[in-house]
């Protein structure tokens, strides 16, 4: 059986850097990577023989080509040469590693967090990446029975009966966490019914966070690392997913970032009922991570001053997991943008989204994910006709309003952009934050109409979610009913033709946004 003296005493020299977790000997050279795995049996995993861990090789070289294809570059025999290992060609095989190209640490996420360099348009690129990839996972009745509660249920109290979550935080604190957790279960079925029939559950990841996400300067994402020994672990939610990516954000010390990773994922996906989950899964993956920094503290192998560290994070997590259930740091409201054609009401609602680290639900994107269609595919139809037909239409504000709704009722604000031409659209958006109990405004971009036109010039010249177009502007413009029904603190009035940083100063004099250079 190998053991960690082997490692260090046969494979690792003055070129080799070893790095060591609770279940791997990682192996860096300068431009390779080679992870062996311990021989050890958690009941969740099983390395103890070498067949298995070979499989297991196996299977993360597979996996993992999913989102790192040129990054995972095969399974290599360790071999035995008298009384050396080595991952040359002598020997008797004795073990196996996974081979892999090393990237820059500099295109990590963490790293980049550290060092000031992931802002949201990161986010934005690492959110539709990921959501990519479960739009493309393996959905099926094998995942989907892991996503059913009392599968659910299963791993929360393994969770539990797998801690000493006593020796890291008080009692009357872990006694509120796991009765948290698992009231939440207990009283919310519908909700993870409704996911299971929405096919959210899928093959996704397991183990997103930021250590495993590269970003290059070029704004490609690579994924690595996703969880292999066990496959229940990766057929969950793909809430869950995102949520510990998110809950690692916060973690780290930005909930504006988390709050933005949702909202973008939620905007590319389609998928904003994953609010009515999201705080239940980042719940369960603080606690999942603060049991697996927890077997490190515990680990008599490992020396003194990781499993302090190692302490000190588990704790962290499990307070974190505690606090999922607080009030978002804004709260609730509801702030609805809109205008005619080509008014800049998208800009406007994209900033102040990322002022605001709130989802946007968008008319256009909604109106798109309802027919099928991507993003930036024209449609066309004429005036009030095919999928901008009044009758759809009302269909597609109807969806707005029902996603915004779910928003809400997490705690969190939301922004809609629509063109809400009609008193009638406005009045719905209105009543949504009546309903919700919850602060209204109703942003109108104005904009001359000459400039909006050589705006809707400009834009046919590229791709873009909207389908304003020249064509149809008169018409438009012609059925535009003014704004005049709300009291005037509930009506912000922007001139859209002003440079965007005095219309985001006048935005942030009229409406409660992210303190500017916080974080939390």
Not at 75 to 103: F, N, T
Not at 227 to 236: G, K, T, V, W
Not at 262 to 278: C, M, P, Q, R, T
Request: glycine share 6%; net charge negative.
């Amino acid at each position: 059986m190998l053991t960690r003296e082997q490692i260090l005493g046969d494979l690792v020299d003055t070129s080799v850097t070893l790095i060591e977790t609770h279940i791997s000997w990682v192996l860096l050279t300068e431009r390779d990577v080679y992870k062996l795995k311990k021989p050890v049996d958690f009941g969740f995993l099983d390395f103890s023989t070498a067949a298995k861990r070979k499989e297991a090789c196996e299977r993360e070289v597979e996996l993992n080509r999913r989102l790192a294809p040129d990054v995972y570059l095969g399974v290599v025999p360790l071999r035995q040469h008298g009384q050396q290992l080595s991952l040359g060609e002598q020997g008797d095989i004795v073990d196996w590693a996974v081979h892999m190209r090393r990237l820059d640490e500099r295109d990590r996420a963490d790293v980049r967090l550290a060092q000031g360099r992931l802002g949201p348009e990161d986010i934005a690129l690492i959110a539709e990446r990921v959501a990519s990839f479960h739009a493309q996972a393996r959905c099926d009745a094998t995942t989907n029975a892991h996503g059913r509660l009392e599968a659910i249920e299963t791993n929360v109290r393994e969770n539990f009966d797998q801690t000493s979550l006593r020796r890291y935080v008080g009692e009357a604190q872990a006694d509120e966490l796991t009765a948290h957790q698992l009231q939440y279960l207990q009283t919310q079925r519908p909700r993870f019914e409704a996911r299971l029939e929405a096919n959210k559950v899928r093959d996704g990841h397991g183990d997103l966070r930021l250590e495993h996400v590269y970003l290059a300067d070029d704004g490609s994402i690579t994924i690595l690392d996703c969880i292999e020994f066990n496959d229940r672990f990766r057929y969950a939610d793909v809430a869950s997913d995102i949520g510990f990516l998110a809950m690692d954000l916060s973690a780290h010390g930005h909930v504006e970032l988390s709050e933005h990773l949702l909202a973008e994922y939620a905007k590319y996906s389609g998928d904003f009922d994953l609010y009515d989950v999201i705080d239940f899964y980042e719940g369960y993956r603080a606690f999942v991570r603060g049991k697996i920094a927890s077997f490190v503290a515990e680990d008599p192998s490992t020396d003194a001053s990781h499993r302090s560290r190692a302490a000190a994070s588990a704790r962290r997590c499990f307070m974190l997991a505690l606090a999922t259930g607080r009030p978002a740091l804004l709260g609730p409201s509801v702030v609805a943008v809109g205008g005619v054609i080509a008014s800049g009401k998208s800009t406007v609602s994209r900033t102040l989204g990322l002022e605001m680290s709130a989802p946007v639900v968008d008319a256009d994107r909604t109106r798109k994910q309802m027919i099928g269609v991507r993003a930036t595919q024209p449609v066309h139809d004429g005036s009030w006709q095919g999928a901008y037909d009044p009758k759809f239409t009302e269909e597609v504000y109807a969806e707005v309003f029902r996603r915004a709704g779910v928003v809400l009722a997490s705690g969190r604000p939301v922004l809609l952009d629509a063109s809400f031409r009609s008193r009638g659209l406005r009045a719905r958006a209105h009543d949504l934050a009546h309903e919700h109990g919850v602060p209204f405004r109703f942003v109108e971009c104005s904009i001359d109409y000459a400039i909006a036109k050589q705006r809707l010039v400009e834009r046919a010249k590229h791709a873009s979610v909207s389908d304003g177009r020249l064509e149809i502007f008169d018409d438009f413009v012609a059925k535009w009913e003014a704004v005049q029904e709300f009291p005037e603190h509930e009506h912000i009035r922007l001139d859209t033709a002003r440079p965007l940083p005095q219309t985001l100063a006048t935005l942030r004099a009229a409406l409660r946004t992210w303190p500017e250079g916080f974080d939390a």
